[in-house]
């Protein structure tokens, strides 16, 4: 099996060519601000050296290639290229005491917060619906959104990795208000507790902007 290696750092972004377990080739090049040229570069480096062609003078046939970065960890230690976030919970009356954003530190809060709205919905530990999803309210959320000029939105929901459905239909909802927006559903990232999986539904929207 061959496969190539990326590995983007704050500094250089590594490439290497793995054979059968053995490390080939490694070649580094500076990290670029958009991450894309630093791994194309890397890897034209790779290519440089000739252990991507066979003797013949064909290339090789590649069976994978696995890209690791430390770029967005950098990106929340450092506060910096993080996008504004609109948070919409679906949970209504439950969970009002606890807001998104609730546990955050102050300051990482402060860069990501867009705004947050909390309607009714959501599901119940085993899976019945808890609250009808408000639909209206939804909307209304959206075009505040799109007003407050936020495209970055995570969306959780109660109990949704066992019925998604409500996620799913806000999502529809928010993007038939806000056709360019990058909208991110809790239910694809975590488990059941609520808070973790929606910190990282919102961490994920406010790299989305740097993952372009």
Known sequence: ????????????????LI???KVVRVVKAPTSEDV???????????????????????????DGVMI?????????????????VAALRLGLPAS??????????EDLAALVRGGVWMVEGGHEYDGRPFMPLDEAEVTRAAREMQAAGL????IS?????????????????IAAEIPDASITCSSDLGRIGLLERENAGLLNAALADLAR
């Open 19 to 21: 054979e059968e377990g």
């Open 36 to 62: 894309t040229t630093g791994i194309l570069e890397s890897l034209a480096k790779l290519g440089e050296t000739g252990v991507l062609k066979e003797a013949s003078g064909a290339l090789k046939r590649i």
């Open 157 to 173: 929901s109660i109990f949704s990795p066992l019925d998604p459905s409500h996620e799913r239909r806000a999502a529809e909802l």
């Open 68 to 84: 690791g970065t430390t770029h967005f960890i950098n990106a929340v230690v450092q506060r910096r290229h993080l996008t504004k």
């Open 96 to 105: 009002a005491s606890l807001p998104p954003f609730c546990d955050w530190p």
């Open 1 to 16: 099996m061959r496969r190539i290696g990326v590995d983007v750092g704050g500094t250089n972004t590594d490439a290497v």
């Open 151 to 154: 495209k970055s939105v995570g």
